[in-house]
Structures are given as C-alpha cells and as structure tokens.
C-alpha cells in the first residue's frame, strides 16, 4: 500500500518542477530495465511493482507500469492545469514509443495500451482550447511509433485499432489531433501473408468498405471548417497512400504490382478516390464562402514551378495565372496539391488502379473549370498533367516490351488529355477572360507531347499520337487563331523530322510513322 500511496500523492500534490523531476526519474529507471539489465531474459510481469506474488518473485516487475499509472493518475487529476499535463506527456510519451518497439510482446502491448488510455481519457475529459494544439501532441506518439523501422505487424494492428476506437468515440473532440493520426495512417502496410481485417471489405455494387475508412469518413463529415483546414493536407497525403498502393505489393516496375492472394488491393483504391473527390468538393464549397479559413499545411504543399517561356510575357505567364485565385489563405495550394498527387500517381501506381484513378482527375480537371475558373484548370493542364503524360511516355527508355502491358492505360490517359484540351480551347477561345496566351501555351505543350509519341519507336504509340495529332486538328482546327495554327504546323514539321531522322542513318523502323502522318495531312 505504502507505494500506491506514493505514487498518488506524487501525481496530487507535486508542483510541476518537481512532477516532472519524478518522471523523468521514473522513466530513467523503466529504460535501464527494458533495454539494458533485463534484455537478456525478457522475463517481466505486468502486475504494479510490490504486489508480485510468490510465484513471480523471479520475474521483473515493470516500471513501465509504475509510468503509465503515473501519468493516467495525472490527467485524472482535474485540478492540475494543462501546462502540467502538457509537460507530463512531453516526458512519458517518447518512452512509450521506445516501449511500444521493445521485441517482447507483452512490454510493446502494454506501452501502446498506455497511450490509448492516456487518450481516452484526455478526449472524453478535456476540451482542447482554441489555439491551442495539445491534441497535436497527443497523438504523436501513434505517429512515431508507426514511423520506425522497429515496430512489428502486432505493434501496427494494435495501434491502428486504437485508432479506430478513439474516433469512433471520440471524433468530435479529436481537433487538432487529426494531423499526427493522418501520418501515422500513411505508415501503414499489409501482411504478404495474411490480410488485416481493418483493409478487408468490397467496395463494388454499393457493399461496405474496409474499415480504416471510417476514420476518413469521420474527417470529411466534420463541422469544423477549420479542423478540416488544418489537417486537410496530411488528409490528402494518406488517402494517397491507398490510391498508389499498401507496402505489400512488390514492385517489378513502377506501375506493376503483384498483390497477395485473395487480397484486391482495388478496394482500397477505389473508396481512397471517393474520399478525395468528396475532398476536392468541400475545397470548392470553401473557395466560395466570403470568410475563409487558414490552411496550415498549405505550406507543405509546393507550387510545382515551370521555366519561363521566352514567348510569353511576365504578366501574361503561367507564373502570374494563381494571382487572381490565391488570397493567401493556403487553399489553393492544398487545392494544387489534391491535383498534383492525383495526377502523378496515374503513372506510378499499380495498373489495376489507373483506370479509376484516370476517371477522377479527368472529372476533377473538368470540375474546377466552374471554381475556382479556366485560368485555373488551364494551369492545372499545363503545369500537372501534360508534364505527368511527357515523363510516362518517356518510361519505357526505348524498351519495346515496356508498352507491352502499359500501353492501354497510356493510350487512355493520353486520349482523355486531348480531349480535355480540346474542350477547353472550344470552351475558352471565344471568352474575354485574358487566357489567350494560356490557351496557346497549353496547345504547344500538347503538340509537344504528341511530338514524343510519334517518335516513339514503339509502334503502338506512334500510331496513337498520329491520331490524337489529327483528332485536335479536325476538332478544334475551325476556331484556331493565326498563332495555333502556326504551333500546329510547327509540330507537324518536328514530327515529320523525327520520324525522318532514321533514314538519314539507313534505318527505317520508324518510316511507318511519317507514311501516318502523310495520311494526317491529306485528311
């Protein structure tokens, strides 16, 4: 008794100075025994220090108990302030992370069981002040401990259902909180030998889906505005993690994926997706609103940035396009991100995701025509998808046997890029929104790109570039200016000298290719 006694008089009635003196003693001595004198044996007993039993007197009595109690007494106490929780946590924590890797199973259960605990009881018993981030520091260490290399399959599912059971309880209360436990998501991998039940469900003809994605669903349905700014990048990041593919696919090739048996990982792809279109959606609500909120992770968020073109005009440029969109609250920049992800993983995720994966950002590419407005969605065009579509093409470094298996995706993302193109010259070239040099620099990186697909030995996409080369030209060829038809000839002249080029070296593999082109011409 007298050690119970001592122990709660400590988390009572010690000041902070001398709380945090006794934990950090405390914690001292809990390291020493997991990681230096009792390693060897890896004997210990989860019962408090002092009640072992006769039958336990060779076993290690766990300090880390004495810890966890300790700071679980602390955040009982209603009549400390939060600065003393604060400062508690900022000294227990990290020693429940090492804890929580510790090789012996019952020590890493017991740490990550502490933590769970610690913040049940913090949720359902306080209210995290405005400004005030503590939640962002009482999740980390869920975050960290799914960050390092130490922590097992077991240690992984314990942490992710408790993740689940604090937002199923607590979601409303989580705040500021949701960032570190967004990250800690994005760690996650599947077994190669058996699947988690919390990545299992099918999410075809309206059946249920996995159950991490109630988390997700948690987030999105928030009344928060700015509880959703906050953490609207580390969101994005995660769903991303299930769109390219969980860490127990191997990879032949970026872009080739080999799953384990019985396991879709399409399942989770296809959610992850509605999760980000419902995302992009909110963006637009918030766009239009006349008080917007802050988002603070817009400044992970970079602006992919493009050389100048000589042809065009420092205030006529891409680099000038955001001006009129971005009023400095960050959400352009999150906005810009969604895109940028999305966009680049069409070309590096596994293959059985890119067709739903091309559906959504074609249909996102499209929807931010109305919000935030053309400059943008011709600056998305410009700046994320053709650049995406040139390093695609440029993959197979020559390798026949590259098109293969990738040709049908490429030739589907390739012909949805050329329609889109076209759609926003016929919907823009008649429009006084000053996107004229836009529209052409848009058309000369299109025909630049189909350039590159002519000239691809392959024959498959020669022959598709040809043909997305007349389809722009038949289509939109009516309501071309003077300069899009001189960027027209231009190509055709590039690519007419490229596929020229090999009979100057007595090679003729690619002759097919210009004989396309002639067809082009004379249609």
């Given at each position: 008794m007298s050690?119970?006694?001592?122990?709660?008089?400590?988390?009572?009635?010690?000041?902070?100075?001398?709380l945090v003196g006794f934990l950090q003693q405390l914690r001292k001595a809990s390291q020493s025994q997991l990681f230096n004198s009792i390693t060897e044996t890896g004997d210990y007993s989860l019962a408090m220090p002092g009640d072992a039993k006769s039958t336990l007197d060779r076993r290690s009595a766990l300090h880390l108990f004495r810890l966890g109690e300790a700071m679980l007494r602390i955040v009982r106490n209603k009549n400390r302030p939060l600065l003393h929780m604060m400062r508690a946590w900022s000294v227990v924590a990290p020693h429940l992370v090492e804890a929580a890797c510790h090789k012996d199973r019952h020590v890493s259960q017991k740490a990550v069981s502490f933590i769970h605990d610690v913040l049940t009881e913090v949720l359902?018993?306080?209210?995290?002040?405005?400004?005030?981030?503590?939640?962002?520091?009482?999740?980390?260490?869920?975050?960290h401990i799914m960050q390092l290399e130490l922590c097992d399959e077991d240690v992984q599912d314990q942490v992710i259902t408790s993740i689940g059971e604090l937002v199923e309880m607590c979601s409303p209360q989580i705040l500021s909180g949701w960032r570190p436990l967004f990250s800690a998501l994005r760690t996650v991998h599947s077994s190669k030998t058996d699947t988690k039940d919390y990545l299992l469900g099918e999410y075809s003809m309206g059946k249920s889906q996995a159950p991490v994605f109630d988390v997700f669903e948690a987030f999105i349905n928030t009344d928060n505005i700015q509880v959703f700014a906050n953490a609207a990048t580390d969101y994005i990041m995660c769903l991303m993690k299930f769109v390219k593919g969980l860490g127990e696919v191997d990879y032949k090739e970026i872009g080739?994926?080999?799953?384990?048996?019985?396991?879709?990982?399409?399942d989770l792809c296809v959610p992850a997706l509605d999760y980000l279109h419902r995302c992009s959606q909110l963006l637009a609500k918030i766009y239009k609103m006349p008080s917007k909120p802050v988002f603070l992770g817009a400044r992970l968020a970079?602006?992919?940035?493009?050389?100048?073109?000589?042809?065009?005009?420092?205030?006529?440029?891409?680099?000038?396009v955001l001006q009129e969109f971005d009023d400095d609250t960050g959400l352009i920049q999150v906005w810009i991100l969604l895109l940028e992800q999305l966009t680049a993983a069409v070309s590096n995720c596994p293959r059985q995701h890119q067709p739903p994966t091309l559906e959504l950002l074609f249909m996102l590419l499209r929807e931010v025509t109305a919000v935030p407005g053309p400059g943008f969605a011709i600056f998305a065009v410009i700046q994320l998808l053709l650049p995406v579509?040139?390093?695609?093409?440029?993959?197979?470094h020559g390798d026949h046997s590259y098109w293969d298996v990738a040709a049908a995706n490429f030739k589907h993302a390739i012909g949805l890029s050329c329609e889109l193109v076209v759609e926003h010259v016929n919907s823009f070239i008649h429009l006084d929104i000053g996107c004229e040099s836009l529209i052409n620099l848009m058309l000369k990186d299109l025909f630049k790109l189909l350039v590159v697909c002519v000239s691809e030995p392959a024959e498959t996409i020669s022959r598709?570039?040809?043909s997305c080369i007349r389809y722009v030209l038949v289509t939109v060829g009516p309501v071309f200016t003077e300069e899009m038809w001189r960027l027209a000839c231009c190509a055709l002249q590039d690519a007419f000298s490229a596929t020229l080029e090999p009979v100057k070296v007595q090679a003729s593999t690619q002759i097919p290719g210009c004989l396309r082109l002639q067809g082009c011409i004379n249609s």
């Open positions: 050690l119970w006694w001592l122990f709660e008089e400590a988390a009572t009635k010690l000041n902070m100075v001398g359902t018993s306080w209210a995290e002040l405005p400004h005030f981030h503590f939640n962002e520091a009482l999740f980390r260490p869920f975050e080739d994926c080999i799953h384990v048996s019985g396991f879709s990982s399409t970079s602006l992919p940035m493009r050389p100048q073109e000589p042809s065009i005009s420092s205030e006529d440029g891409i680099d000038c579509m040139l390093l695609w093409l440029q993959r197979s598709v570039g040809c």
